[in-house]
């Protein structure tokens, strides 16, 4: 059984930093991109950033960019996201995301297979 289980999240003041993780267990193909995706009560899941299987490839919303950083370490099936300086409107839930990889954009949600259950990100000002 694949599962994918966040944690890192909580209350912090605006300009503050907070470390997302996102673990990985019951996949044997390791040929996946991940991506981090959040969402408030009566939007779309959105993306926030993502990352190829080989880490080459790293997108981010313009709305995070210079702020947020992506990673991951395969060895250990762990996925990663430094957030920054962060405001209010990053306030969400923060689910991670997981796909093979087959060179794709992987940007919006339906493009994932498998989500963990979300990581609530509170920013208080």
């Known amino acids: 059984q694949v599962q994918l289980v966040e944690s890192g999240g909580g209350l912090v003041q605006a300009g503050g930093s907070l470390r997302l993780s996102c673990r990985a267990s019951g996949l044997t193909f390791k040929r996946y991109a991940l991506g981090w995706f959040r969402q408030t009560p009566g939007k779309k899941r959105e993306i926030v950033s993502r990352?190829?299987?080989?880490?080459?490839?790293?997108y981010y919303v313009d709305s995070v960019k210079g702020r947020f950083t992506i990673s991951r370490d395969n060895a250990e099936n762990t996925l990663y996201l430094e957030m920054n300086g962060l405001k209010p409107e990053d306030t969400a839930v923060y689910y991670c995301a997981a796909a093979a990889d087959y060179g794709l954009a992987y940007i919006i949600p339906e493009d994932y297979e498998y989500w963990g259950q979300g990581t609530q990100v509170t920013v208080s000002s």
């Open positions: 990352i190829s299987w080989s880490g080459a490839s790293i």
